[in-house]
């Protein structure tokens, strides 16, 4: 999708000065970097990038295509922010800095507004999977080259009926011991609300009860990677506005990139966003935690795990999906290699950069080889989509499910 550019200054930055500033250039975080490690240009690591947006920001630097072309290559993966011995929020430098140097195509711009409109989004769905049966589909070979890519990378969409909307509340089975509730989410609501359903079994047989407050609406991780600053922190409030209809729920999060956004509420939007920092807690953590009900049968064939990088680095949880997944009898869990590197999807990055993202993900589609494993499990639904249309593409033998449907397959009722 093609990226109009607007003139950068130092507005465009708002307080990410002093996040620039803390970089001591000590290139630690450029090994974690998916582009440095491909391309090996300064430009294309976090270190060169937080130096051309400083550069930018001060007027030493024009704010030519080449220059803007490798800072839209960056995923956004923040693994730079683990390896990052001070501590320098990149994420939140780079947004500000896309919020002023984006001009959004006719094409972003309609994904973006779907996004929180569910009824409009839903119907869209439905179209998309009529085309899919259709026999004109071969006629994509028409569209504009940035329709043709988003086209081919989608997934089958789901029946209407598959996609229904989740119950606003399910009781917790057995003795009840507290409250939850749930972000159906935009792309997780059209694509995986398969997953939505069995985190609430999951979180049912765990002894909990589910809300769905109904008020609830895209997070806006996808906008605020994007640079609409002011679309993601009006999402942000809504959805903190409409999680206050159940106070005493913890907020269980099923997608690593709606997490970070919750977790990063109130960074985000100041006080109103508390409510989402403070109660928004991952699937993997809260099940290892107060899933003690929860009784698996054992799991034949090996299976391996991909830290999503949203859950990995942004909100630093390296070890409950692990220690989870370990509750599974016999379970044969085999690490795999750069389990903490990015696939290569980062929201709508192999849309925008389909040669750099397919790439990202080849090497570790090699070490999913080495592995062995019969099934990958990842906790992020666009992971999961690059994960399954590279292991087509390959021909490996592997299903890549969420955690969340693993576990829910292997549950004891």
């Known amino acids: 999708m093609e990226v109009n550019r607007a003139p950068c200054t130092t507005r465009s930055f708002g307080h990410g000065f002093a996040e620039v500033d803390a970089c001591v250039h000590c290139g630690l975080c450029t090994q974690s970097c998916p582009t440095y490690l491909l391309t090996g240009r300064e430009s294309m690591s976090p270190r060169g990038r937080l130096w051309t947006m400083r550069a930018l920001g001060e007027g030493r630097l024009q704010a030519t295509e080449a220059v803007l072309a490798d800072l839209d290559a960056c995923l956004v993966c923040r693994a730079c922010e683990s390896a990052c011995p001070s501590s320098v929020r990149y994420g939140a430098v780079i947004a500000a800095v896309r919020a002023g140097t984006r001009r959004r195509s006719f094409v972003r711009r309609t994904l973006f507004a779907l996004l929180p409109r569910r009824g409009l989004l839903q119907t869209?769905?439905?179209?998309?999977?009529?085309?899919?049966?259709?026999?004109?589909?071969?006629?994509?070979?028409?569209?504009?080259?940035?329709?043709?890519?988003?086209?081919?990378?989608?997934?089958?969409?789901?029946?209407?009926?598959?996609?229904?909307?989740?119950?606003?509340?399910?009781?917790?089975?057995?003795?009840?011991?507290?409250?939850?509730?749930?972000?159906?989410?935009?792309?997780?609501?059209?694509?995986?609300?398969?997953?939505?359903?069995?985190?609430?079994?999951?979180?049912?047989?765990?002894?909990?009860?589910?809300?769905?407050?109904?008020?609830?609406?895209?997070?806006?991780?996808?906008?605020?990677?994007?640079?609409?600053?002011?679309?993601?922190?009006?999402?942000?409030?809504?959805?903190?506005?409409?999680?206050?209809?159940?106070?005493?729920?913890?907020?269980?999060?099923?997608?690593?990139?709606?997490?970070?956004?919750?977790?990063?509420?109130?960074?985000?939007?100041?006080?109103?966003?508390?409510?989402?920092?403070?109660?928004?807690?991952?699937?993997?953590?809260?099940?290892?935690?107060?899933?003690?009900?929860?009784?698996?049968?054992?799991?034949?064939?090996?299976?391996?795990?991909?830290?999503?990088?949203?859950?990995?680095?942004?909100?630093?949880?390296t070890t409950a999906p692990l220690a989870l997944l370990a509750r599974v009898p016999g379970l044969a869990l085999v690490p795999m290699k750069d389990a903490e590197l990015c696939c290569g999807s980062a929201g709508v990055y192999n849309l925008d950069h389909p040669e750099l993202a397919e790439a990202t993900l080849a090497g570790k589609l090699d070490h999913l080889a080495a592995t062995g494993a019969t099934t990958l499990l990842t906790g992020n639904p666009g992971c999961i989509l690059q994960w399954r249309a590279g292991v087509r593409a390959r021909g490996l033998a592997v299903e890549v499910l969420h955690p969340v449907t693993f576990l829910a397959r292997l549950l004891h009722t």
Not at 180 to 206: I, Y
């Open 124 to 317: 869209f769905a439905s179209c998309l999977r009529l085309w899919q049966r259709s026999p004109l589909r071969p006629l994509r070979a028409l569209l504009p080259p940035g329709l043709r890519r988003m086209e081919a990378a989608l997934p089958e969409v789901p029946s209407a009926a598959a996609r229904a909307a989740l119950p606003r509340f399910t009781a917790a089975r057995g003795e009840r011991l507290g409250a939850t509730a749930l972000l159906e989410g935009c792309v997780m609501s059209v694509l995986f609300q398969d997953v939505n359903r069995d985190t609430v079994t999951l979180l049912a047989a765990a002894g909990f009860d589910v809300h769905v407050p109904p008020a609830q609406t895209c997070c806006g991780a996808l906008h605020e990677h994007d640079g609409d600053l002011n679309g993601a922190h009006a999402l942000l409030q809504r959805n903190a506005i409409a999680f206050e209809s159940v106070p005493e729920a913890v907020l269980v999060m099923n997608s690593s990139g709606c997490g970070t956004a919750f977790r990063d509420a109130e960074r985000s939007i100041g006080a109103p966003g508390a409510t989402l920092t403070r109660r928004s807690v991952d699937v993997t953590r809260f099940l290892l935690e107060h899933g003690e009900r929860l009784a698996f049968r054992p799991h034949q064939g090996v299976v391996t795990l991909d830290a999503p990088c949203h859950l990995h680095h942004a909100q630093g949880e």
